[in-house]
């Protein structure tokens, strides 16, 4: 006899994978946008953290790894 899921069961799946993707928007946006402003005070300067946060969706793989370690490098005087 096949198993049938009822309706609350599909819903909660759907609700978790929302809750999943509003996670990762929501931390490319403010991470990716703090490593946007951070990399941009450091080499230039700052803009409004909105446009920071939509370059963030980009390049938040990117950009948020550089951040680090410009970071260290900045904290140990080496830059």
Not at 14 to 19: F, M, P, R, S, V
Not at 27 to 55: D, E, M, R, T
Request: with cysteine; hydrophobic share 60%; glycine share 8%.
């Amino acid at each position: 006899m096949p198993s049938y899921r009822s309706k609350a069961e599909i819903d909660g799946e759907a609700c978790g994978t929302c809750l999943a993707y509003t996670l990762i928007f929501a931390f490319n946006f403010f991470v990716g946008g703090w490593s946007i402003n951070y990399l941009l005070s450091v080499f230039a300067h700052k803009i409004p953290f909105i446009w920071a946060g939509v370059i963030g969706f980009i390049t938040a793989e990117i950009s948020i790894p550089v951040a680090i370690v410009v970071a260290i490098l900045k904290f140990f005087a080496v830059i």
